[in-house]
């Protein structure tokens, strides 16, 4: 399960992460984010638990937690994918892909036109029986 940590203090190093973690369980991954510019900490960072009631036994006993003076927030991390990511893979793709079709008329289908744009078959007359 990946958890997200936020609110680190700045001092706080990838190595004390990872022991809070183990301390609670199997720890596959943690890394804490840093700002390229400075090389400094951006104040939040991911561990990867395999055991899921590790996890969460460990994210309940951080939340909250005091660490190097902040109160630091455990949380089950979202599965999203990086806006960058969308961004370069819609530039990537906005010369190959056509544009999805504008939303059909409510009319259209009262006109005589199917959904995906042919006609629709003259209409054919009913016959009833009489019951004798």
Do not use: W
């Not at 969460?56 to 660490?67: S, T």
């Not at 530039?91 to 544009?99: E, F, I, Q």
Request: proline letters at 6%; glycine letters at 8%.
């Amino acid at each position: 399960m990946k958890i997200i940590i936020r609110n680190l203090a700045r001092e706080t190093t990838q190595l004390e992460l990872e022991a809070l973690f183990k301390a609670h369980g199997n720890v596959q991954s943690c890394n804490l984010v840093m700002d390229q510019l400075t090389g400094g900490s951006k104040g939040f960072g991911f561990a990867n638990m395999p055991v899921p009631y590790e996890a969460k036994a460990a994210i309940k006993a951080l939340n909250g937690m005091e660490l190097h003076g902040s109160k630091i927030r455990v949380k089950k991390a979202e599965e999203t994918v990086p806006k960058a990511a969308l961004e370069a893979e819609s530039a990537d793709t906005s010369d190959h892909v056509a544009a999805p079709p504008p939303p059909e008329p409510e009319h259209a289908r009262k006109s005589g036109v199917k959904k995906d744009g042919s006609r629709l078959g003259a209409k054919k007359s009913r016959t009833f029986r009489k019951k004798s």
